[in-house]
């Protein structure tokens, strides 16, 4: 793993394809990882060589499965693409996850938004205003939605903002967006898929 600035960053991904995988944080989770496994595979099936994904330090855990889990499993089943971790400098004492490749610290964050998203002034920050960045410099490929909440729903109005391209898969959460109360059977698809089923 290599540490970068900014602009080493960029230069690294210049003549890549980049990619991102945004959506279900841990306080939703997946409720059906045999779903998302194979959603996973039809991706990368199609993805060239190479290519590298934007990955923003979600922890993986493969029992408490969400994006950062899902991660894991990209570099296990593809282990040529290769990992760019951005991630605000403040978490560096949680550890870089081994299939990460390249990480670029930053402090360009604020104690209210500090993870991403959009401000209250409909601006991006944090790990958000770093892709939004990069992407200006080198056009981010595509990027894959699973699920997600309002910061996943802030990073799509960006994406059709700046033409990135997106395909939103409407999995569904284990969680009701507080990582505690479970979802049911009995509950409906809106309720099992969260605050991105508008995107159907």
């Not at 959009?118 to 595509?142: A, Q, R």
């Not at 910061?151 to 033409?163: P, Y």
Request: hydrophobic content about 35%; glycine content about 8%.
């Amino acid at each position: 793993m290599y540490q970068l600035t900014f602009k080493k960053m960029c230069k690294l991904v210049k003549r890549k394809n980049i990619y991102m995988i945004i959506g279900n944080g841990t306080k939703n989770q997946f409720r059906d990882m045999e779903k998302v496994n194979s959603l996973m595979d039809d991706i990368l099936e199609k993805l060239p060589l190479n290519s590298c994904f934007l990955y923003f330090g979600d922890y993986p855990d493969e029992k408490k499965p969400d994006i950062g889990y899902m991660f894991k499993l990209l570099k296990d089943k593809r282990s040529d693409l290769e990992i760019f971790m951005i991630q605000i400098s403040e978490a560096k004492s949680w550890g870089v996850p081994d299939f990460v490749d390249y990480v670029y610290w930053h402090d360009d964050f604020s104690k209210i938004y500090k993870w991403g998203g959009l401000d209250d002034k409909g601006k991006p920050c944090s790990n958000t205003k770093k892709w939004v960045k990069l992407n200006n410099k080198h056009s981010i490929t595509e990027v894959f939605i699973f699920g997600g909440g309002q910061v996943t729903l802030d990073e799509i109005s960006l994406l059709e903002k700046h033409n990135v391209p997106y395909i939103y898969f409407p999995v569904e959460r284990k969680y009701l967006g507080d990582g505690k109360t479970l979802i049911e059977n009995t509950d409906d698809m809106e309720k099992k898929i969260g605050i991105t089923y508008k995107m159907k």
